[in-house]
């Protein structure tokens, strides 16, 4: 069983940046493929950006250039930096762990962008 623990969401205004956090435990983390979505109120969870134990990266069309994910298999943990972000990224973000059929979700964090 994995646990993961998000962390780093808050208000920022327009053009700034937040930097999230998921720490992983209970598992082995360099085997998981990560990944970042994000849901809206009233809508439902999209993907943000995922990274594969090799460290591949994708993400949607919508955050390409602005965000990046990475992880540091010795802490166990993936991040997502946001920067340039837009009142339309406001949402709660949740850190999700696959391996095979298995996937693990996070509580979420809450990102808040606006003036």
């Known amino acids: 069983q994995v646990q993961l623990v998000e962390s780093g969401g808050g208000l920022v205004q327009p053009g700034g940046s937040l930097r999230l956090s998921c720490a992983a435990s209970?598992?082995?983390?360099?085997?998981?493929?990560m990944g970042w979505y994000h849901q809206a109120p009233g809508k439902q969870r999209e993907l943000v950006a995922t990274?594969?134990?090799?460290?591949?990266?994708d993400y949607a069309d919508s955050v390409k250039g602005r965000f990046t994910i990475s992880r540091d298999n010795a802490r166990n943990t993936v991040y997502l930096q946001m920067n340039s972000l837009k009142p339309e990224d406001t949402a709660v973000y949740y850190c999700?762990?696959?391996?095979?059929?298995?996937?693990?979700w996070g509580q979420g964090t809450q990102v808040t962008v606006s003036s």
């Open positions: 990274i594969t134990s090799g460290g591949s990266t």
């Open positions: 209970g598992g082995i983390f360099r085997i998981y493929a």
């Open positions: 999700n762990a696959k391996y095979g059929m298995k996937g693990y």
